[in-house]
């Protein structure tokens, strides 16, 4: 497992943008899928980005494809997810989450509140 620390949450208005960290503790970093998760209250969890080791290749849900995008930087063991065109149905709690290949996500943060005032 690795120690996993967001930032970057606060309160914007619509059509805002925010940018997220994630920094990880352990130097094997580049080995990790890494991904941002956001859960609403009264909702599940959902996945709203991934990215593999390298940061060659970049997987998103829907609901934000177009507007967030997601990128690493190994040398400084940190994920980002930037996030433009804020809506208020993107208010939630947003983690960052890391799994090994052919694993589970076992690795996560504590989260950071987004707020997206209409």
């Known amino acids: 497992q690795v120690q996993l620390v967001e930032s970057g949450g606060r309160l914007v208005q619509a059509g805002g943008s925010l940018r997220l960290s994630c920094v990880a503790s352990s130097r094997t970093f580049s080995n990790y899928y890494m991904a941002w998760f956001r859960q609403a209250p009264g909702k599940e969890r959902e996945i709203v980005a991934g990215i593999i080791w390298s940061g060659d290749s970049t997987t998103y849900a829907a609901s934000v494809k177009g507007r967030f995008t997601i990128s690493r930087d190994n040398a400084k063991n940190t994920v980002y997810l930037q996030m433009n065109g804020l809506k208020p149905e993107d208010t939630a709690v947003y983690y960052c989450?890391?799994?090994?290949?052919?694993?589970?996500?076992?690795?996560w943060g504590q989260g950071t509140q987004v707020t997206v005032s209409s």
């Open positions: 989450a890391g799994r090994l290949r052919g694993g589970t996500f076992d690795s």
